[in-house]
T-cell receptor, first 112, second 113 residues
């Protein structure tokens, strides 16, 4: 079945690295994504990775994909207060390219 | 550049009243369009998606409906709202050839009282 799971909360000290984890169940995923939602706003696509890749780096963001374990992670280096948001993991499936399955989101809070 | 608009931004409606939320996209043609609902403290639930005018796919059976009267217009409706319809409604679009990138509107916060 289609299911994407994330932990609900993560608290990190400013300047440290944040690692947000996600697991998914469908092995036919084509792309996996990380979206960011700031309070009261829509979602913003942060980055995505094709399912045949292991890693993607984009400035402070590093995405790691373990396809064997169906595990995706987002690492934010040097976490800043502006990184406070809800982060959604999502996947698109080979069986239905028109829709994306979202996880429940991880709320990242930054402490001084 | 492409932009996506939703209105209203907030809405308070009594139980049993009708609903109409509108979403429009500018700067692109033939987009895929999506309606999501985000309940308080929860993830996104895909409600409807559309790959063309008059073509609507429903993901979750409920008292909501969607219509696409024009290429870049997507409407979410209900004849009679329930308390459980409260939530944050998000519209999104994607290019036909790039369905893996969805772009979200600012959302409509609906409170049913």
């Amino acid at each position: 079945g289609e299911d994407v799971e994330q932990s609900l909360f993560l608290s990190v000290r400013e300047g440290d690295s944040s690692v947000i984890n996600c697991t998914y169940t469908d092995s036919s995923s084509t792309y996996l994504y990380w979206y960011k939602q700031e309070p009261g706003a829509g979602l913003q696509l942060l980055t995505y990775i094709f399912s045949n890749m292991d890693m993607k780096q984009d400035q402070r963001l590093t995405v790691l994909l373990n396809k064997k374990d169906k595990h995706l992670s987002l690492r934010i280096a040097d976490t800043q207060t502006g990184d406070s948001a809800i982060y959604f993991c999502a996947e698109s499936l080979r069986s239905s390219a028109s829709k994306i399955i979202f996880g429940s989101g991880t709320r990242l809070s930054i402490r001084p | 550049s492409q932009t996506i608009h939703q209105w209203p931004a907030t809405l308070v409606q009594p139980v049993g009243s009708p609903l109409s939320l509108e979403c429009t996209v500018e700067g692109t043609s033939n987009p895929n369009l999506y309606w999501y609902r985000q309940a308080a403290g929860r993830g996104l639930q895909l409600l409807f998606y559309s790959v063309g005018i008059g073509q609507i796919s429903s993901e979750v059976p409920q008292n909501l409906s969607a219509s696409r009267p024009q290429d870049r217009q997507f409407i979410l409706s209900s004849k009679k709202l329930l308390l459980s319809d409260s939530g944050f409604y998000l519209c999104a679009w994607s290019d036909r050839g790039l369905v893996y990138e969805q772009y979200f509107g600012p959302g409509t916060r609906l409170t049913v009282t």
